[in-house]
């Protein structure tokens, strides 16, 4: 595998494969991959349903801290890089800096549940 396309995965648009004009699925690469990794470990870790309704400070930090964690897990993200922007609660933002370049990552909570 050439470094151009080390990290490679299938485009998921709204939680689907997205297709091109010939339905045939389209590729991301490097950073693009990487940053739609990082959503799907953190849709998919659950830590951003528990928080849907949720009113505690203390609860909604211990999960950006978990979060923050499984994100720092991933060895193509760059240890110490990980901001996580939260003051919007409707609108989580994640900045960090991964191997192919930097990655900012924003999640609805809406589209969490």
């Known amino acids: 595998m050439t470094a151009s396309s080390e990290w490679q ?3 998921i648009t709204d939680r689907d494969i997205t297709l091109d004009s010939a339905g045939i699925p389209e590729m991301v690469i490097q950073r693009p991959s990487i940053t739609q ?3 799907h470990m953190i849709l998919d870790s659950g830590l951003l ?3 849907v309704g949720e009113r505690s400070q203390s609860k909604w930090a211990g999960n950006m801290s978990k979060v923050e964690t ?7 993200i760059k240890p110490g890089t990980i901001q996580i ?5 409707e609108k ?3 900045f960090a800096e991964s191997i192919a370049g930097d990655i900012k990552v924003g999640m609805d ?3 969490a549940t």
Do not use: C, G, P, Q
């Open 9 to 11: 995965d299938i485009l």
């Open 37 to 39: 990794d990082i959503v």
């Open 70 to 76: 499984l994100v720092e897990d991933d060895t193509r």
């Open 49 to 51: 349903i528990e928080l």
């Open 85 to 89: 922007d939260w003051s919007n609660r």
């Open 109 to 111: 909570m809406e589209v």
């Open 92 to 94: 989580i933002y994640l």
